[in-house]
């Protein structure tokens, strides 16, 4: 099964949720691949045109945000494949007595990946998303991170950023988000005032959609760029395979980022030198 562009005909392939059990006329709700112009995409739930979730975008061994997609690998291989004409994702079962499915529920408002089981006569969920809060579209605002504290989402504001509403946020309103401490200095006279970055362990990468990036880059010369660039927010590799490689740096705001308990990826996010402790 695969889902993603055929380049030649532009045609975008997307699932839509019937509109309840009974009909099957579509619903609001649709799940697809975005961002045609790179070749590491990410998957999105849309209802209507409003983003609702996203998996993360792929770094060569899976989405940043989908951890439990890895953790299915005894059954499926999944890849993204680029060759010019198309950009899709793609899985294959490794086994032919497997039966699954891929369905996507207006009632849940939710995609699974469903395991006919044999014996039980019945469909057996494998993977489902969102999952909880902290899957859901720009839970916590801009520049915070969601944590998941047994199944309810709670939100910090990352390091150098502080609540844009104090008093919506201490309602646990946290739509807002967070907004910085103190300015970047980006035109430094000394080098202890430079800019620095803090490194952000197991986490869901920042949406993508406002980055730019560069695939023959290591991580060290995507710190340079990324300082140089009086707009760049935060870094981090494209690729984590082997040493990792590729660069990816983000401007604006950091949008929709969770902690991730396990394979999350690192991210650089760049803070003012006092924020750091330097001064």
Not at 64 to 83: A, I, K, M, R
């Amino acid at each position: 099964m695969k889902f993603g562009w055929d380049l030649r005909k532009g045609l975008n392939t997307r699932f839509t949720a019937w509109r309840n059990w009974d009909d099957p006329c579509p619903g609001d709700l649709s799940f697809g691949a975005a961002a045609v112009d790179d070749i590491y995409p990410e998957a999105y739930i849309w209802k209507g045109k409003a983003t609702f979730y996203r998996t993360g975008p792929w770094n060569g061994i899976g989405f940043s945000g989908s951890p439990e997609l890895q953790q299915v690998d005894q059954l499926f291989d999944s890849q993204v494949v680029y060759n010019g004409n198309e950009l899709y994702y793609m899985y294959k079962l490794k086994y032919n007595s497997v039966i699954s499915i891929v369905v996507l529920n207006q009632t849940k408002m939710a995609v699974e990946l469903l395991i006919w089981m044999e014996g039980d006569q019945s469909w057996q969920s494998y993977f489902r998303a969102p999952r909880n809060d902290c899957d859901n579209y720009g839970r916590c605002g801009a520049n915070a991170n969601c944590m998941v504290l047994e199944t309810v989402g709670f939100c910090q504001c990352l390091k150098g950023y502080k609540p844009k509403s104090p008093q919506r946020w201490n309602l646990r309103d946290w739509s807002e988000g967070c907004v910085r401490n103190n300015q970047l200095n980006c035109h430094k006279e000394k080098e202890k005032d430079e800019d620095g970055f803090l490194e952000l362990d197991r986490i869901k990468m920042p949406d993508t959609r406002n980055t730019w990036f560069n695939d023959g880059m290591n991580l060290k010369e995507c710190r340079v760029k990324c300082l140089n660039n009086c707009s760049c927010v935060a870094y981090s590799n494209r690729d984590i395979r082997g040493e990792g490689k590729g660069c990816r740096i983000w401007f604006g705001n950091l949008m929709d980022i969770r902690q991730i308990p396990a394979n999350g990826q690192i991210l650089y996010i760049r803070l003012p030198a006092s924020e750091l402790g330097r001064l």
